[in-house]
């Protein structure tokens, strides 16, 4: 046991060193540590939480932003095959618009010559009627030419069916074309639409993450 004198002697070692003074300090500045030492804990639980959350988040989020990458380029893709069958249909088109031209040429032409042969049958049955004495003769002219005459109809009728196939043809190849194009611009407004949702999905999957980070 410690004597009167001991005991004094402790309070005055006491009030020169102050541990008095500082003991009511240091165990508030104790309780507050382990104040702060609790709040950390309980926000690293909340953080543990919502890393959690945000990991099962993840999944599905990069699925969707694929999904909707993929489907960009799915549309892309089929915008440029789409582009592409446009201009071979106008490159056929613009084929076949030459061929019909060479043909109206020909048919043209083939007409003239169809007026002169008719002129010239014409003119031998003149002939034929003026001149009996040579009519062997002219006759034998006169067959030659209808055969010629023949060969020029059979040809004048094979022009018109080509020209008519050429035109429907034409015509199908127009509405193709019409069709193709219109397909293109849907594809590429549909690629665009998806690149405009891109970012409002990617901001709803964000909000739905704070607000599983805050529950």
């Known amino acids: 046991a410690q004597s009167p004198h001991e005991d004094g002697l402790l309070e005055y070692l006491e009030d020169i060193i102050g541990s008095n003074r ?59 095959l789409a582009q592409s ?49 040579e009519y062997n003769k002219i006759k034998e002219k006169m067959e030659k030419k209808a055969e010629e005459f023949k060969e020029f109809e059979r040809q004048d009728v094979k022009y018109t069916e080509d020209i008519a196939f050429q035109e429907q043809k034409l015509q199908k190849l127009s509405q193709v074309r019409e069709q193709e194009e219109e397909r293109a611009k849907q594809l590429v407004k549909d690629a665009e639409k998806l690149r405009e949702e891109a970012p409002t999905r990617e901001q709803e999957l964000q909000g739905q993450e704070r607000f599983r980070a805050t529950q």
């Open 85 to 133: 069958q446009v201009r071979d249909s106008q490159t056929k088109l613009g084929s076949l618009e030459e061929e019909h031209k060479v043909l109206q040429g020909q048919m043209k032409e083939h007409k003239k010559r169809m007026e002169g042969f008719e002129k010239e049958v014409k003119t031998i049955e003149d002939e034929h009627n003026s001149h009996l004495k």
């Open 22 to 80: 500082l003991l009511e300090p240091i165990e508030e500045a104790e309780g507050s540590v382990e104040k702060l030492t609790e709040q950390r804990q309980e926000k690293l639980n909340r953080l543990r939480v919502a890393e959690r959350e945000k990991e099962a988040l993840d999944g599905p989020r990069q699925e969707a932003e694929a999904w909707v990458t993929g489907e960009a380029e799915r549309l892309e893709m089929q915008c440029v």
